[in-house]
């Protein structure tokens, strides 16, 4: 009898389909599907198309003709017997079939004899507690049944839909430990679920569904492999019914389109330029010209938030001077004020703001406002006039592909030209000085056979090209993509894929410093699972981890024109790609997922043979983490050398901070930070120095007065660890750092040597100008004997005498003996000083040396009468205040002796009086100074 069936099955579906096609409405061919999709039985279903046929009054048909009518309801009564008939014995007879939804009942039964096969893969997003992309395989007694899902409901289960069965309602997967991203999940089970809580057949998501019975045994489901390069199927498919030949991320996170599509999601009004939101929609706020009669090539935003559009279009809403370049306001609307040359009977395929503010434009253009020396390249000024001070070679005999303005302000230009001015040599790739002259320094390969369709400087100053040539010099196993040296020399060290099948129209280099690179190829090195977009690593050799969605490689001669890496680390990628994942309305346009971008800021804390490790994570610029389109899962902190690391892993990656362990003390290390997601790890981000501390030890500061030093008191520093100090001195004071810790003040910075044990740092302020010697020390032989005769005499000396004292000192006589002399034998000293106690020579000298009295306390009259200073003989007091004077006084009694040689050198008569007079009021002070000398000069004019 099963064979019977068996055999029947294909005509029994055959008459129900019949009956569906050309005689029964609508809702009897909705009902049969339904039936199809819950296995159920032909009889019963006939029976379902009699209710129906009775229910809306269709007593007869008419089937193919007019002429061929009959009663349905007499051949529906016979096919139901028949098929019941078939039907029962069929299923009695048959093994278990696995969901059986008897026709009576809306509530499953189930026959949990199991399957005998059953596996699957998921992908779960431990943040936002979802999972998508289950693919479940079972198999039934030979027949497979591949269900796929997307996304957990209300009550924690995914539907699984029967690829096999058109309209099921299938069944649903519970998922019960989703703790384990990543890996595999153990406890989940198939359940089927009671189609009646579904509001239609068509429910992705049944809310409020309950299992209604399980199969007999969990099964486990084992974590999808996930790369780079995967469809992010959260940003919406548009219906691009063209291609996309350009795209670009603008500075606030959007995205501008441009192609040759006429309509965006049946809108014929959104026609060859559209701006999206960060999230993929549509942008509605921006309402470009609407009739763009053809096709948007490359568009740029400019640095006043306006854009540059460039294409193929022969006027803009009728307007037919607006051709090939215009430029848009931010809400899309033409800005009058730009007024580039009205003939270019060409295509405009590349521009590019400058540095300067003007615009660089190529293309296929062979006039510029009827000016035929201008060829397929020009510089317009801001306003869209031609920059007439640009003279780039005139003869340019084929297209500009691509422009680009190097780091150093000169131009790259590609295209398919294959001479120059005339020079046969200078074919498909030139560069040019920022005037426009051709850069003759620049050599790049001579026989590049066919265009150069992209080219990009790249960050160590090399430039990556890529085209349709099929051999460079003569080698045919560089094709479509070189990189070349600054001189235009190639690089050999640089080895890509050898077969790319066909033209490479887009090369980038991206922040992690690989290269990603699309075309129309097909295959890759003979491999046809590789195609129209590849990622290399820096030396050419492909990233086999970078995957594409099966539809973009192979055969399918699907075309990546433009891609741009967003700041959030995803690929947008636009072309002529059709039904992209399978999804017919996923056309053109799309974005892949990657792994993040490298973590910023990152700093470390020294410990006992460790690192603490702090960073902040990749940001995006619309202020998002730059996760590359799934969520971080953790974070990597390495220390080389040794490459211990420590990490942050689920359920804490939003941690930003680790601790390295394990590290030698004292050694210098670098630490660098990358971040992880489901489809790899980032590139590295930049290193931060640092030193594995040892012991800590204490570092005592102090300071004195005039001054402080940040900071006082003690502070803890790990071994090997300098420790830093603010010095700042008070106004007309300066810093001296001394200490056992030793080390260096630079301006007021003070940094110690490493410390290896306990040590001090000791800030002392002096006044600025204060000698650091004794005073006599630093004057010259007539400003010592001036002093003496000023401390003893109080005045300056005359000439004979001055002369007569320099003649014995330098003949053996000493500053000391002149004192000696002054005291004991001068009657001029005697008369004056000579009979004087202790306690009134003291404040006499004082006077004389400093035009001060002395203080009473212990730094003054005191020290000198009964503290440390007593114990100077009183004849020996005047030189004893001269070396232990202060800053201050120090720095009168300098002066005093400038003003008193002055005296000495420049007076007509010598007259006692008026050398005393010229050094009484001197002090300290420069305008002191300057006030005795005019005295003098007074007297000496007199």
Same mark, same amino acid.
């Given at each position: 009898?099963?064979?019977?069936?068996?055999?029947?099955?294909?005509?029994?579906?055959?008459?129900?389909?019949?009956?569906?096609?050309?005689?029964?409405?609508?809702?009897?061919?909705?009902?049969?599907?339904?039936?199809?999709?819950?296995?159920?039985?032909?009889?019963?279903?006939?029976?379902?198309?009699?209710?129906?046929?009775?229910?809306?009054?269709?007593?007869?048909?008419?089937?193919? @003709?007019?002429?061929?009518?009959?009663?349905?309801?007499?051949?529906?009564?016979?096919?139901?017997?028949?098929?019941?008939?078939?039907?029962?014995?069929?299923?009695?007879?048959?093994?278990?079939?696995?969901?059986?939804?008897?026709?009576?009942?809306?509530?499953?039964?189930?026959?949990?004899?199991?399957?005998?096969?059953?596996?699957?893969?998921?992908?779960?997003?431990?943040?936002?507690?979802?999972?998508?992309?289950?693919?479940?395989?079972?198999?039934?007694?030979?027949?497979?049944?591949?269900?796929?899902?997307?996304?957990?409901?209300?009550?924690?289960?995914?539907?699984?839909?029967?690829?096999?069965?058109?309209?099921?309602?299938?069944?649903?997967?519970?998922?019960?430990?989703?703790?384990?991203?990543?890996?595999?999940?153990?406890?989940?089970?198939?359940?089927?679920?009671?189609?009646?809580?579904?509001?239609?057949?068509?429910?992705?998501?049944?809310?409020?569904?309950?299992?209604?019975?399980?199969?007999?045994?969990?099964?486990?489901?084992?974590?999808?492999?996930?790369?780079?390069?995967?469809?992010?199927?959260?940003?919406?498919?548009?219906?691009?019914?063209?291609?996309?030949?350009?795209?670009?991320?603008?500075?606030?996170?959007?995205?501008?389109?441009?192609?040759?599509?006429?309509?965006?999601?049946?809108?014929?009004?959104?026609?060859?330029?559209?701006?999206?939101?960060?999230?993929?929609?549509?942008?509605?706020? +921006?309402?470009?010209?609407?009739?763009?009669?053809?096709?948007?090539?490359?568009?740029?935003?400019?640095?006043?938030?306006?854009?540059?559009?460039?294409?193929?279009?022969?006027?803009?809403?009728?307007?037919?001077?607006?051709?090939?370049?215009?430029?848009?306001?931010? #809400?899309?609307?033409?800005?009058?004020?730009?007024?580039?040359?009205?003939?270019?009977?060409?295509?405009?395929?590349?521009?590019?703001?400058?540095?300067?503010?003007?615009?660089?434009?190529?293309?296929?253009?062979?006039?510029?406002?009827?000016?035929?020396?201008?060829?397929?390249?020009?510089?317009?000024?801001?306003?869209?006039?031609?920059?007439?001070?640009?003279?780039?070679?005139?003869?340019?005999?084929?297209?500009?592909?691509?422009?680009?303005?190097?780091?150093?302000?000169?131009?790259?230009?590609?295209?398919?030209?294959?001479?120059?001015?005339?020079?046969?040599?200078?074919?498909?790739?030139?560069?040019?000085?920022?005037?426009?002259?051709?850069?003759?320094? +620049?050599?790049?390969?001579?026989?590049?056979?066919?265009?150069?369709?992209?080219?990009?400087?790249?960050?160590?100053?090399?430039?990556?090209?890529?085209?349709?040539?099929?051999?460079?010099?003569? =080698?045919?196993?560089?094709?479509?993509?070189?990189?070349? #040296?600054?001189?235009?020399?190639?690089?050999?060290?640089?080895?890509?894929?050898?077969?790319?099948?066909?033209?490479?129209?887009?090369?980038?280099?991206?922040?992690?410093?690989?290269?990603?690179?699309?075309?129309?190829?097909?295959?890759?090195?003979?491999?046809?699972?590789?195609?129209?977009?590849?990622?290399?690593?820096?030396?050419?050799?492909?990233?086999?981890? +970078?995957?594409?969605?099966?539809?973009?490689?192979?055969?399918?001669?699907?075309?990546?024109?433009?891609?741009?890496?967003?700041?959030?680390?995803?690929?947008?990628?636009?072309?002529?790609?059709?039904?992209?994942?399978?999804?017919?309305?996923?056309?053109?346009?799309?974005?892949?997922?990657?792994?993040?971008?490298?973590?910023?800021?990152?700093?470390?804390?020294?410990?006992?043979? @460790?690192?603490?490790?702090?960073?902040?994570?990749?940001?995006?610029?619309?202020?998002?983490?730059?996760?590359?389109?799934?969520?971080?899962?953790?974070?990597?902190?390495?220390?080389?050398?040794?490459?211990?690391?420590?990490?942050?892993?689920?359920?804490?990656?939003?941690?930003?901070?680790?601790?390295?362990?394990?590290?030698?003390?004292?050694?210098?290390?670098?630490?660098?930070?990358?971040?992880?997601?489901?489809?790899?790890? @980032?590139?590295?981000?930049?290193?931060?120095?640092?030193?594995?501390?040892?012991?800590?030890?204490?570092?005592?500061?102090?300071?004195?007065?005039?001054?402080?030093?940040?900071?006082?008191?003690?502070?803890?520093?790990?071994?090997?660890?300098?420790?830093?100090?603010?010095?700042?001195?008070?106004?007309?004071?300066?810093?001296?750092?001394?200490?056992?810790?030793?080390?260096?003040?630079?301006?007021?910075?003070?940094?110690?040597?490493?410390?290896?044990?306990?040590?001090?740092?000791?800030?002392?302020?002096?006044?600025?100008?204060?000698?650091?010697?004794?005073?006599?020390?630093?004057?010259?032989?007539?400003?010592? =004997?001036?002093?003496?005769?000023?401390?003893?005499?109080?005045?300056?000396?005359?000439?004979?005498?001055?002369?007569?004292? =320099?003649?014995?000192?330098?003949?053996?006589?000493?500053?000391?003996?002149?004192?000696?002399?002054?005291?004991?034998?001068?009657?001029?000293?005697?008369?004056?000083?000579?009979?004087?106690?202790?306690?009134?020579?003291?404040?006499?000298?004082?006077?004389?040396?400093?035009?001060?009295?002395?203080?009473?306390?212990?730094?003054?009259?005191?020290?000198?009468?009964?503290?440390?200073?007593?114990?100077?003989?009183?004849?020996?007091?005047?030189?004893?205040?001269?070396?232990?004077?202060?800053?201050?006084?120090?720095?009168?009694?300098?002066?005093?002796?400038?003003?008193?040689?002055?005296?000495?050198?420049?007076?007509?008569?010598?007259?006692?009086?008026?050398?005393?007079?010229?050094?009484?009021?001197?002090?300290?002070?420069?305008?002191?100074?300057?006030?005795?000398?005019?005295?003098?000069?007074?007297?000496?004019?007199?």
């Amino acid at each position: 009898m099963r064979l019977v069936c068996l055999l029947l099955k294909p005509y029994m579906r055959a008459v129900s389909l019949f009956t569906c096609q050309y005689g029964i409405p609508s809702l009897a061919c909705s009902a049969k599907r339904f039936a199809d999709s819950q296995r159920l039985p032909l009889g019963a279903l006939t029976g379902l198309l009699l209710l129906l046929a009775r229910h809306r009054g269709y007593e007869r048909v008419t089937l193919l @003709s007019s002429s061929q009518s009959f009663s349905l309801v007499k051949l529906m009564r016979l096919l139901a017997g028949l098929f019941l008939i078939f039907g029962v014995v069929g299923t009695a007879l048959a093994d278990p079939i696995k969901w059986n939804i008897p026709t009576s009942t809306l509530t499953p039964e189930v026959t949990n004899t199991g399957p005998s096969t059953i596996s699957g893969t998921f992908v779960y997003d431990a943040d936002s507690n979802t999972t998508s992309e289950v693919n479940v395989n079972i198999t039934i007694d030979g027949d497979a049944y591949a269900l796929t899902a997307s996304g957990l409901n209300s009550n924690g289960y995914v539907r699984l839909m029967a690829a096999n069965q058109v309209g099921a309602v299938g069944a649903y997967v519970e998922v019960t430990n989703l703790t384990n991203a990543g890996g595999s999940i153990t406890e989940s089970r198939i359940g089927v679920i009671g189609v009646g809580e579904c509001t239609e057949l068509s429910d992705q998501l049944c809310s409020n569904v309950s299992p209604q019975a399980f199969l007999s045994n969990p099964i486990t489901l084992t974590s999808v492999p996930q790369a780079p390069g995967d469809l992010d199927t959260s940003f919406p498919a548009r219906a691009l019914n063209d291609a996309v030949d350009t795209v670009l991320e603008l500075s606030n996170g959007q995205y501008l389109i441009g192609g040759t599509f006429t309509d965006v999601d049946g809108i014929a009004t959104r026609d060859k330029l559209i701006r999206l939101n960060t999230n993929g929609t549509l942008d509605e706020s +921006f309402t470009p010209p609407k009739d763009l009669n053809l096709s948007v090539w490359s568009v740029a935003e400019l640095s006043n938030g306006q854009y540059l559009i460039g294409g193929s279009f022969t006027d803009v809403d009728g307007i037919a001077t607006r051709d090939k370049l215009i430029r848009l306001n931010t #809400n899309g609307s033409l800005d009058e004020s730009f007024t580039p040359p009205k003939d270019l009977n060409g295509t405009v395929h590349s521009l590019a703001e400058l540095s300067n503010g003007k615009y660089l434009i190529g293309g296929a253009f062979r006039n510029v406002g009827g000016d035929t020396t201008r060829d397929r390249l020009m510089r317009l000024n801001i306003d869209g006039s031609l920059d007439e001070s640009f003279t780039p070679p005139k003869d340019l005999n084929d297209s500009v592909w691509s422009v680009a303005e190097l780091s150093n302000g000169q131009y790259l230009i590609g295209g398919s030209f294959t001479d120059v001015d005339g020079i046969a040599t200078r074919d498909k790739l030139i560069r040019l000085n920022t005037n426009g002259t051709l850069d003759e320094s +620049f050599t790049p390969p001579k026989d590049l056979n066919l265009g150069v369709w992209s080219v990009a400087e790249l960050s160590n100053g090399q430039y990556l090209i890529g085209g349709s040539f099929t051999d460079v010099d003569g =080698i045919a196993t560089r094709d479509k993509l070189i990189r070349l #040296n600054t001189n235009g020399t190639l690089d050999t060290s640089f080895t890509p894929p050898e077969d790319l099948s066909s033209t490479v129209y887009k090369v980038s280099e991206l922040r992690n410093g690989q290269y990603l690179i699309g075309g129309s190829f097909s295959n890759v090195g003979g491999d046809a699972t590789l195609g129209s977009l590849i990622r290399l690593d820096t030396g050419g050799s492909l990233d086999t981890r +970078f995957t594409l969605p099966e539809t973009l490689v192979g055969g399918n001669a699907q075309s990546v024109f433009w891609f741009v890496e967003a700041s959030d680390g995803t690929y947008l990628v636009g072309g002529k790609l059709e039904d992209v994942g399978g999804d017919p309305t996923r056309d053109n346009l799309i974005r892949l997922l990657a792994e993040p971008q490298p973590p910023t800021s990152v700093t470390t804390t020294n410990g006992e043979s @460790s690192l603490l490790v702090s960073w902040s994570a990749p940001t995006a610029n619309d202020g998002s983490i730059a996760d590359g389109g799934s969520s971080i899962t953790g974070y990597t902190a390495t220390a080389a050398p040794g490459g211990a690391t420590c990490t942050i892993t689920p359920p804490s990656p939003t941690g930003t901070s680790c601790t390295i362990t394990g590290l030698t003390n004292g050694t210098d290390y670098t630490v660098t930070v990358t971040a992880g997601n489901i489809r790899g790890n @980032s590139g590295a981000s930049l290193a931060s120095a640092a030193t594995a501390a040892g012991p800590n030890y204490s570092v005592t500061a102090s300071g004195g007065a005039n001054g402080t030093i940040i900071q006082d008191g003690e502070r803890s520093v790990a071994q090997n660890q300098t420790a830093v100090f603010v010095v700042t001195p008070d106004a007309g004071y300066t810093a001296t750092v001394a200490g056992t810790c030793g080390g260096t003040l630079d301006n007021r910075i003070y940094r110690t040597n490493p410390v290896t044990s306990d040590c001090t740092v000791v800030a002392t302020f002096t006044q600025t100008g204060c000698p650091t010697e004794p005073v006599l020390n630093t004057l010259t032989l007539e400003q010592q =004997i001036q002093l003496v005769y000023v401390g003893l005499l109080k005045r300056g000396a005359d000439r004979d005498g001055l002369a007569y004292w =320099i003649n014995d000192i330098q003949s053996g006589f000493t500053i000391e003996k002149l004192r000696e002399n002054v005291v004991n034998s001068q009657p001029e000293y005697l008369q004056d000083l000579g009979l004087l106690t202790r306690a009134n020579l003291v404040p006499r000298f004082y006077q004389n040396l400093f035009s001060r009295t002395p203080p009473t306390d212990d730094t003054g009259l005191a020290y000198w009468l009964s503290g440390g200073g007593a114990t100077v003989k009183i004849d020996k007091l005047v030189l004893a205040l001269i070396n232990g004077a202060g800053c201050t006084d120090a720095k009168t009694l300098v002066n005093k002796a400038t003003v008193a040689a002055y005296y000495t050198n420049n007076y007509t008569t010598y007259v006692k009086a008026e050398a005393i007079e010229a050094v009484a009021n001197v002090d300290s002070t420069d305008a002191s100074v300057t006030a005795a000398k005019t005295y003098v000069d007074g007297l000496s004019n007199g």
